[in-house]
């Protein structure tokens, strides 16, 4: 940009003036060459007010537009720069640096085409011009990162259209179209923050910006922020009112806004079908908000969970983290379903996972009761064995293990074969282990907690249930199995 914003101290031909234009010629180019004083001291201000008090005097005078047109290159301001660029090769067709600044503006700008158009007339005026050579490589690369932008755009891969833009962005730093694509990819990847600030960037200098308005809007919608964001829709809608893609996103979003509403309204109201149905409507809207349908997703997730479709509830869950994996609510909603369902590894996994994240005395306690319920699930369900639930009186227990006793006992099964009598031998062993745990209070209370049985003498190994039997039947002598019949038993008392 230096070079092709280096002011020029040699004036170009002019048409023959009156001899009573010397003294004013004179004046403008001592303005000239007070301008070109400061411009090298960097006071590109400065610089500006002499170069105009120069057209001032000489409005027809082609490099006077030149240096001005440089100065306002260097102040950053290439739309102000562009005109007076192009009013010193309308002056002069022949002023190389003209056409150079010509081109460089409409480049930095984000026009390619016509910065070509403006390097390829250098070329024509002094085809061994370096520098028209080297920017008209650079538009012909904008060009190129253009299109592939747009290409990619269209496959939705948004990532290699914001490293096209940022290598476009390198030649051209003032195009607002480029800014306003890299920043509507950075908030489709969910890297709002980025994108925000690029919209910001461009609002602070154009708060009308009707694009960079949406994109603003945008990133709000896609952090669940559906109301601030409907506000810049509307908005950027009042500065143009045909844009598309704002239009698109308002609806959306307040669509959204209003299912998702509906939905937690049902639910409060116990309408758990409805609710249902609702937060369906409201994920089928647009598939990209993912922030909002992690939440959707979650909230059916519990709407499942009170209908008792556990799996499904899982389901959705699991889909709710897919789509944000830091949303704790999802975790520890999937956690309970696998509570409930008896998966305690995976309810583990997740109580895990959300206490690493909040480290609160809730969400240990949670992991803390998980990891129990691992344990225990790892050692026999003498509940399961005797069939009877976990809170049991005393007196179902003592039926259960009667009729489980009686079903198992090896007497019953003296004439089956080795394979069924060894396995009737075992189960008959683990109803007699289940009765011994489930009978003793102390006993029951250690099993219940999850605490080892092997501890303070309990332990099983050695455990012979042919003597629970015989105490609970009365002792020796006191019952014996006897054939009634082809394959059946009758039980005699003593």
């Known amino acids: 940009m230096a070079a092709a914003a280096e002011c020029d101290v040699v004036m170009a031909a002019t048409e023959p003036e009156l001899l009573d234009d010397e003294e004013a010629k004179r004046e403008a180019e001592t303005f000239k060459e007070q301008g070109n004083a400061y411009y090298a001291k960097k006071d590109y201000n400065e610089a500006y007010n002499y170069y105009t008090k120069a057209i001032d005097i000489c409005p027809k005078n082609a490099s006077y537009y030149g240096n001005r047109a440089a100065t306002l290159m260097m102040l950053g301001k290439f739309r102000e720069a562009l005109g007076d660029a192009q009013q010193s ?58 299109k592939i932008a747009e290409t990619d755009f269209e496959k939705r891969d948004f990532r290699k259209v914001v490293f096209c833009m940022d290598r476009a962005l390198e030649f051209a730093p003032a195009c607002h179209r480029f800014k306003i694509l890299k920043a509507e990819c950075l908030a489709m990847l969910g890297r709002y923050p980025e994108a925000q600030s690029v919209a910001s960037d461009i609002l602070r200098m154009d708060s009308t910006n009707a694009d960079a308005l949406y994109v603003r809007g945008l990133c709000l919608y896609y952090e669940d922020c559906i109301e601030k964001a409907v506000q810049f829709f509307v908005q950027a809608l009042r500065m143009a009112p045909d844009h598309e893609k704002a239009c698109i996103a308002c609806r959306n979003a307040k669509a959204l806004k209003a299912k998702k509403e509906d939905g937690n309204k049902a639910f409060k109201e116990g309408n758990y079908k409805l609710a249902y149905e609702l937060y369906t409507e409201a994920l089928g809207i647009d598939p990209n908000n993912i922030k909002t349908n992690a939440k959707l997703y979650c909230n059916r997730g519990t709407v499942n969970s009170k209908l008792r479709k556990l799996d499904d509830a899982i389901e959705d869950c699991t889909n709710a983290v897919k789509l944000d994996d830091t949303y704790i609510k999802a975790y520890l909603r999937r956690a309970q379903c696998y509570m409930d369902t008896e998966q305690y590894e995976e309810a583990v996994r997740d109580y895990e996972k959300v206490y690493q994240t909040e480290k609160t005395k809730e969400h240990k306690q949670l992991l803390k009761n998980a990891q129990l319920e691992l344990k225990k699930s790892k050692r026999k369900d003498y509940y399961k064995i005797l069939g009877v639930d976990k809170n049991a009186s005393e007196d179902e227990i003592k039926k259960a293990y009667r009729k489980r006793a009686l079903m198992h006992h090896p007497d019953r099964h003296s004439g089956a ?24 209070p102390k006993k029951k209370t250690r099993y219940d907690s999850g605490q080892d049985l092997d501890e303070e003498g309990m332990n099983m190994g050695d455990f012979d249930p042919n003597n629970i039997f015989k105490a609970f039947f009365g002792g020796p002598g006191g019952f014996s199995f006897e054939a009634s019949g082809p394959g059946s038993f009758f039980f005699q008392f003593g």
């Open 89 to 146: 090769v309308r002056l002069d067709d022949s002023f190389v640096r003209g056409h150079l600044r010509e081109g460089k503006c409409h480049l930095s700008l984000g026009n390619a085409m016509a910065a070509c158009r403006s390097f390829q007339r250098a070329l024509e005026l002094d085809h061994k011009n370096a520098q028209a050579q080297q920017e008209f490589k650079n538009a012909n690369a904008v060009m190129e990162y253009e």
């Open 417 to 440: 074969s080795a394979e069924v009598q060894k396995e009737e031998e075992k189960k008959f062993k683990e109803v007699g282990e289940a009765f011994t745990i489930l009978s003793d």
